[in-house]
């Protein structure tokens, strides 16, 4: 049993004046496993005022300087990503495949932040003038439940090689992997205040934050519904923003496709992270004439996805994060079946022999038009919706019919043909025959599934503002 009683704010941990006591569950046990103490808006305020009191000198701080803590915070990092693996997989239920990639990742984001600082130009001559790319200033970073180091790491990362100070507020539902993730940011060794890390909940420490004046930028990673709170609550004073909200991304398989390795991957990507990514491909698109040949061989292949324990190597799908996502999921089950879609693969209810955790079966339905709300709406769990199409065409204006647009996946044996469908595609990132990720490429949404764009050097100028110096040739 674990207890987090302490908030970390201007390079220490402190005691929190919130006392709200938040009991912290494992998923694939539904046992509780520890409890954190809430931070609340006082703990909000005193956040604020340490990264403000940090900007001023770290502003000013060097490229090179700056080069010097990425490569520190990735050092820290990683030298936990043992504890930071068995966290995950305890509190969050990742699959132990997924966990150990995510605790890998988090800290190589900071040598690719490092990457990227490294080649940029902060200064430049365009026209007659000169350019020069300055901090924002103290940056809010909320992160999700789903992906809660890779996302605290991947943010802060670009925010230390900007040069702004940040207040972190991740998922109060993680706190255990926040902790560990904190104490490796602590070892790293940054001049205090830079870095500010509390857990509370999101209609207290998220709201106050939001809406506080000395916060200049918010980077945001959740839902759509929060997102546009958030927005709101930054329109006062106009602050920068980036919001990665949600997903309901395509997979296409084209006709010429070699469907003996399209399909399996297509529900690799379907159910990564157990169907809890916003990357997802949710939905399936492939040919109508041979829609029954691929629904069988998909059957297959799903009834055969291990359901279980997540640190058992064999597992794919681990549990739902916590009872009330398993109770959402379970919901848009049943609400496609009432929409007259066919279940080929699980359905409601947990798997057999699985009478305690949040498990779902990996659920696969035909019959599905694009308006039904399976197709529609984002259930963020093992849900797979497959459509047919008639023609290329029609199988891109179903890709595009959504208010979302984050991912999608082109399955094809011609590179210029699949290369000529991604371009055609309202997406932020286009994988083509597989489940690609570029560290260095710009990742973010079109439409509902948000603005702006993290990684690279887009992800990096996210954190800077742009001022044009220009001088009297008189």
């Not at 830079?194 to 106050?208: D, K, M, P, Q, T």
């Not at 084209?254 to 399909?263: H, N, T």
Request: charged fraction near 20%.
């Amino acid at each position: 049993m674990r207890t987090i009683d302490h908030i970390y704010i201007e390079g220490a941990f402190v005691e929190p004046h919130g006392n709200e006591r938040l009991e912290l569950f494992n998923p694939s046990t539904e046992k509780t496993i520890g409890y954190v103490v809430l931070a609340d808006e006082e703990d909000a305020l005193r956040a604020v005022a340490a990264a403000k009191k940090a900007l001023p000198a770290f502003s000013q701080t060097t490229k090179a300087e700056r080069i010097a803590m990425l490569k520190r915070l990735h050092a820290a990092v990683l030298a936990k990503k043992d504890a930071l693996r068995d966290a995950t997989i305890e509190e969050y239920g990742g699959p132990v495949s997924r966990s150990t990639w995510v605790s890998q990742f988090a800290a190589q984001t900071f040598l690719d932040a490092a990457t990227v600082l490294e080649g940029y130009e902060f200064e430049r001559t365009v026209g007659t003038s000169t350019v020069v790319m300055e901090p924002v200033g103290v940056s809010l970073l909320i992160t999700p439940w789903n992906s809660n180091a890779g996302s605290i790491c991947s943010k802060l990362a670009m925010a230390i090689a900007a040069g702004c100070t940040t207040v972190i507020k991740p998922s109060e539902l993680s706190a255990i992997q926040t902790q560990i993730v904190t104490e490796a940011l602590h070892e790293a060794g940054l001049p205090p205040g830079v870095i500010n890390v509390l857990s509370g909940r999101g209609e207290v420490v998220g709201a106050a934050l939001s809406s506080h004046p000395d916060v200049s930028r918010i980077s945001f990673t959740g839902s759509g519904n929060t997102g546009k709170l958030i927005a709101r609550a930054a329109l006062e004073t106009m602050k920068r923003l980036t919001l990665g909200l949600g997903g309901k991304s395509p997979s296409l398989i084209l006709d010429d496709a070699d469907f003996a390795v399209a399909v399996p991957a297509a529900i690799a990507a379907a159910f990564q992270n157990s169907g809890q990514a916003c990357i997802a491909g949710s939905r399936l698109l492939v040919p109508q004439a041979r829609l029954a040949e691929i629904s069988l061989q998909v059957k297959t292949i799903a009834e055969k996805l291990k359901v279980g324990d997540p640190a058992d190597p064999a597992t794919v799908i681990g549990p739902m994060a916590n009872r009330a996502h398993f109770d959402r999921v379970q919901s848009y089950i049943h609400r496609g079946m009432e929409e007259g879609a066919t279940v080929v693969a699980g359905g409601l209810g947990r798997p057999e022999g699985l009478e305690q955790g949040f498990f779902v079966r990996p659920t696969v339905f035909t019959g599905v038009s694009n308006t039904m709300a399976i197709a529609q709406e984002e259930i963020f769990g093992p849900v797979l919706s497959i459509i047919g199409y008639e023609s290329e065409d029609d199988a891109i204006a179903i890709a595009n019919d959504s208010v979302f647009g984050l991912h999608a996946y082109v399955f094809s044996s011609n590179p210029t043909r699949a290369q000529a469908v991604a371009r055609r595609l309202q997406a932020g990132r286009v994988a083509i025959n597989g489940m690609q990720h570029d560290p260095l490429a710009p990742f973010g949404g079109y439409k509902q599934s948000g603005t702006g764009r993290e990684f690279g050097p887009l992800g990096l100028e996210s954190f800077l503002e742009a001022k044009a110096i220009m001088t009297s040739n008189t």
